[in-house]
């Protein structure tokens, strides 16, 4: 099958299996996002008259076909052909013969898949999104039905001060809304518009790029075009490192949660039928899932590094080592999204003990309250500190178990409606509707 690029020379076999490596197998998750951008850029072609209506209309109808069958996992590239584009354009002339060959005029491969990889990683952060927010729902339902239950707090791993449910399901919870803000910075970065940079310095055709712009739903245009071509492996790390801090709290969850649910601390409970057991030992309940998610979402904080070393010493101007970015880029999403649903599954069904601190072991946890409430009957802190710190070198203190905090953030005052409005408001920035109604656009 000759490529795109061939003249009359064949390049060598075991040259091409290497130049292409992995790609033909990440392009399939690009195929639907070829098939949007050829759409929006014939029906910009046609309306500065490089298409004729009818031809337009026949390439639509074709596409939207190949659309479908990408949409159900039913397209595939055939042996010997190099990418995705090549694929889609080889469909399109086996159908229609030379008005297939037309789709090009005004693109360069490396426009198309920039625009591929940006349609692409807009649908998956979508995804992201939805699922960050579902997680985040399950912790402030959690947070707000066990938020009158202590557990110890710890510094240092050792026993420090009360803490409770309500706070700890709480903090997880903002910190993903903190996420959703890096998210929504991707999401910005990623929500322009490369096409019609060509090969990265434009070209002499006249061409419409605010048009492909608004087709596809894009806020803005990339508008230099050599920065357009910059742009690879810039959206990419950028939405990485996006990712990258949704995976750094939800692998820090999942510490705590196999913590938490060891013989040891027995803080909380998982479901029977939501753990493994063990080979030989019979009396097993390991938490799994949350191991795997710990390791998962550690390796995805590796991402953005891996992007970097990948682009950091390269010039302006395309060239082919950006196509590696794929192979860790593409498959990330999956592995996220993956963590998130199963992290709120398995918190939405854990068990939590209620009678922790009914264990003496915890007693010193009320050091600090006791400290308090002797200043506050008049003790200097520093005299009161030194009497509950010698009772209980003494062996003497006797703890208080009652709990006052009433400030913002604290165990009596989680401040959690506050923290889902912030949430809230960062949701409502990312504008999702626009994009989808300019795809349904596209495909009616």
Not at 45 to 58: A, I, R, Y
Not at 264 to 283: A, W
Request: proline share 3%; net charge negative.
């Amino acid at each position: 099958m000759a490529k795109l690029w061939e003249k009359n020379i064949q390049v060598d076999a075991k040259i091409e299996a290497f130049t292409v490596g992995r790609d033909r197998e990440m392009d399939v998750f690009l195929a639907k996002y070829d098939v949007l951008g050829s759409m929006a850029h014939i029906t910009m072609l046609e309306s500065v008259g490089l298409l004729q209506k009818d031809e337009l209309n026949l390439l639509l109808a074709e596409l939207k076909s190949i659309y479908k069958l990408a949409d159900n996992a039913k397209f595939d590239i055939d042996p010997g052909v190099e990418d995705v584009h090549s694929q889609v354009e080889l469909l399109l002339t086996e159908k229609l013969g030379d008005i297939g060959k037309k789709i090009h005029s005004g693109r360069s491969r490396n426009d198309q898949v920039l625009v591929d990889l940006k349609l692409f990683a807009r649908a998956e952060l979508i995804k992201i999104v939805s699922n960050v927010d579902d997680l985040f729902e399950v912790l402030i339902t959690q947070s707000n039905q066990y938020k009158d239950i202590l557990l110890p707090g710890y510094t240092h791993l050792q026993v420090a001060m009360p803490s409770s449910f309500g706070l700890w399901f709480g903090a997880y919870a903002e910190s993903l809304a903190d996420d959703l803000q890096m998210l929504l910075a991707a999401w910005k970065i990623t929500n322009r518009n490369p096409l019609g940079s060509a090969a990265g310095y434009g070209s002499s055709f006249p061409l419409n790029r605010q048009m492909t712009t608004d087709l596809l739903g894009f806020d803005t245009m990339n508008y230099n075009v050599v920065y357009a071509q910059m742009g690879r492996g810039k959206m990419e790390r950028t939405v990485a490192n996006a990712m990258a801090a949704v995976a750094s709290t939800v692998s820090k969850l999942a510490f705590d949660a196999c913590l938490f649910s060891s013989q040891n601390f027995g803080f909380i409970r998982l479901p029977n039928e939501f753990t493994t057991g063990s080979s030989i030992m019979p009396h097993k309940k390991n938490p799994d899932v949350f191991e795997i998610t710990r390791a998962k979402c550690n390796k995805l904080q590796s991402l953005p590094q891996q992007i970097t070393l990948i682009t950091n010493n390269l010039p302006s101007g395309y060239f082919r080592d950006l196509q590696i970015i794929k192979e860790v880029f593409i498959p990330a999403f999956k592995e996220l999204n993956d963590c998130l649903e199963m992290s709120a599954l398995m918190l939405s069904q854990i068990e939590i003990n209620s009678k922790i601190l009914d264990d003496n072991r915890y007693d010193y946890l009320f050091s600090v309250e006791e400290v308090n409430r002797l200043t506050l009957s008049g003790v200097p802190f520093r005299d009161a500190y030194k009497q509950v710190g010698l009772e209980i070198e003494a062996g003497n203190f006797k703890p208080n178990k009652s709990v006052n905090h009433t400030h913002e953030g604290s165990i009596g005052n989680l401040c959690n409606d506050e923290i889902e409005a912030y949430k809230n408001q960062i949701l409502t920035q990312f504008n999702f509707e626009k994009v989808i109604q300019a795809e349904e656009r596209l495909l009616l």
